[in-house]
């Protein structure tokens, strides 16, 4: 699988780091790179790539304000020098955060989340069929069948450490060694069924175990299994009264 790359930054020598990144990975092609944001946003409006490298500092239109407006499709890599705007990257779903001086090492760990999401969107689409959605046990276990790659999986909810939404596709993440889990269902519906069993929804892409929970620190920002996830101010409240109530 090969992904179509736009560099946005108004840094001529940043797009030029970030080009020969891109020659020297495989599943990478280079779309084009503009140092003018307004130019690239109407570039990418037209032809949405796979992925987008954006830095977030730029005149006229600065790359969170950018980010509003890219295609669905694309998955968007921040690409900055200011470590401030690390938390705001959340609220708009990036895949990733890279801070300048970007390593080749770090890059190529952030490609990797993007080229992970579109293969299973890929095998996905390829085994999805027409299916009523999983339903709620109706009975004392803590499972629930999903399907995925052509057939009914059991969910083991209590190995389950989140739930990562993918657009139109969710991501069960369990606890290792079993692999994730993807399949076609919405985050809404998904979270209807995991509520009752000790989840809780905390930003628009992500659903825990509030049991598998390890801290939360002053930024609000969770720590499970080897993730970090931001709490956004939608679900703040919601959040904090459940886990108040859990330690009280």
Same mark, same amino acid.
């Given at each position: ?24 990975? @495989? ?27 954006? %830095?977030?500092?730029? @005149? ?37 955060? /890279? ?15 993007? /080229? ?17 959605? @999983?339903? @709620? ?15 009914? $999986? ?13 657009? %139109? ?64 101010? $939608?679900?703040?409240? %919601? ?10």
């Amino acid at each position: 699988m090969e992904l179509n790359c736009v560099i946005i930054d108004d840094e001529p020598q940043a797009v030029e780091l970030i080009k020969n990144y891109i020659s020297r990975t @495989p599943y990478l092609t280079l779309v084009a790179g503009y140092t003018d944001s307004v130019e690239g946003l109407s570039k990418i409006t037209e032809t949405p790539p796979d992925v987008l490298f954006l %830095d977030i500092q730029m @005149p006229d239109l600065n790359g969170m304000e950018l980010s509003k407006m890219v295609p669905k499709h694309t998955k968007i890599i921040f690409t900055t020098a200011f470590k401030q705007y690390a938390f705001e990257s959340y609220d708009v779903s990036a895949t990733d955060y /890279l801070l300048k001086p970007i390593s080749y090492a770090k890059f190529l760990k952030a490609t990797q989340k993007c /080229l992970e999401w579109f293969e299973m969107k890929e095998s996905a689409e390829q085994s999805a069929a027409a299916t009523p959605p @999983p339903q @709620p046990p109706q009975n004392t276990t803590s499972d629930i069948f999903v399907k995925s790659d052509g057939m009914m $999986v059991r969910v083991n909810l209590s190995q389950l450490l989140y739930v990562c939404g993918l657009k %139109d596709y969710v991501k069960f993440v369990m606890q290792p060694p079993t692999k994730p889990i993807i399949t076609l269902m919405t985050m809404k519906s998904l979270e209807e069924i995991l509520l009752p069993y000790g989840f809780m929804r905390i930003n628009r892409s992500y659903i825990v175990a509030i049991d598998k929970i390890k801290s939360v620190d002053k930024n609000d920002c969770i720590y499970i299994g080897d993730e970090i996830i931001h709490v956004t101010d $939608v679900y703040r409240n %919601d959040v904090f009264k459940k886990l108040f109530a859990i330690s009280s």
